[in-house]
C-alpha cells in the first residue's frame, strides 16, 4: 500500500523557468510533510516542510502547498537552476516520524 | 556543526553473515530513526529511538535490530543477510519535544552490497 505516490518519475525544465513536483498522500492522519533533495551517493537533504495546518509554506526561491481536501502537496521552485538538478523525495508522518516517503521524482534543469 | 554521520561508508558482506551499521546524530538531537533505500524506491522506515527506547518499528523481519547509547549514537544490526538486504542505509536525527512537528536530518548512508 503505496501511502505517498509521486507519479512523475522524472522532470525537465528550462533554467529560470518553474519547476512544480507533485505528491499525493492517502493517509489523512499524516500531520506533517516535508521535501528533501538527494544527490547520486548522498543521503537526502531538507529542504522545506508543512505542518498540516497551513496550506502554504515559503523558504526563498521553495514554496510548499498543501492542499488537505485532495490529499495533495506540491513543491514549487521559482527561479529553477541548474543546480536543483536531483531527485526530490516528498514525505509524510504523525508528527514528523516514522515517516513515509514517495519514490521520488528526478529534475533537470537545463542550462 | 557536524551533522549526521555514518559508518562505515560502503560494506561488501556475503549471505548469512552479519552486519552492524553506526549512526552519530546532530548534536544535540535526542532520537536516531533509520530508513532502508533502495534502488529506484525512495526510504523505507526500520526504527526510530527516542532516549534509548523503540518508539517505532517498520515492516521488517526480525533479522533487523537496533540499540541507541547513552551518547545518542546508535547501531543498526542485520543478521542472516540476504540478497534482497543489499540497499542504501539511512540515519536521520531529530530533536522531538522542542516543537510538535520536527524535522529528520539524514546522514550520507552506507552502502551495503550483500554476495
Known amino acids: 500500500d503505496q501511502q505517498v505516490k509521486q507519479n512523475s518519475p522524472s522532470l525537465s525544465v528550462q533554467e529560470g523557468r518553474i519547476s512544480i513536483l507533485n505528491c499525493d498522500y492517502t493517509?489523512?492522519?499524516?500531520?506533517?510533510f516535508l521535501w528533501y533533495k538527494k544527490y547520486p551517493a548522498e543521503g537526502p537533504t531538507f529542504l522545506i516542510s508543512?505542518?498540516?495546518?497551513?496550506d502554504k509554506n515559503e523558504d526563498g526561491r521553495f514554496t510548499v502547498f498543501l492542499n488537505k481536501s485532495a490529499k495533495h502537496l506540491s513543491l514549487h521552485i521559482v527561479p529553477s537552476q541548474p543546480g536543483d538538478s536531483a531527485v526530490y523525495f516528498c514525505a509524510g508522518g504523525l508528527y514528523g516520524n516514522k515517516l513515509v516517503f514517495g519514490a521520488g521524482t528526478i529534475l533537470r534543469v537545463k542550462s | 556543526d557536524a551533522g549526521v554521520t555514518q559508518s562505515p561508508t560502503h560494506l561488501i558482506k556475503t549471505r548469512g553473515q552479519q552486519v552492524t551499521l553506526r549512526c552519530s546524530p546532530i548534536?544535540?538531537?535526542?532520537?536516531v530513526s533509520w530508513y532502508q533505500q533502495v534502488l529506484g524506491q525512495g526510504p523505507q522506515f526500520i526504527f526510530q529511538y527516542y532516549e534509548k527506547e523503540e518508539r517505532g518499528r517498520g515492516n521488517f523481519p526480525d533479522r533487523f535490530s537496533a540499540r541507541q547509547f547513552p551518547n545518542y549514537s546508535s547501531e543498526l544490526n542485520v543478521n542472516a543477510l540476504l540478497l534482497g538486504d543489499s540497499a542504501l542505509y539511512l540515519c536521520?536525527?531529530?530533536?522531538?519535544?522542542?516543537?510538535?512537528?520536527?524535522?529528520?536530518?539524514f546522514g550520507p548512508g552506507t552502502r551495503l552490497t550483500v554476495l
Open positions: 536521520a536525527s531529530s530533536s522531538p519535544g522542542q516543537e510538535i512537528t520536527d524535522t529528520q536530518y
Open positions: 493517509n489523512s492522519m499524516f500531520d506533517y
Open positions: 508543512i505542518s498540516s495546518i497551513k
Open positions: 548534536s544535540g538531537h535526542k532520537s
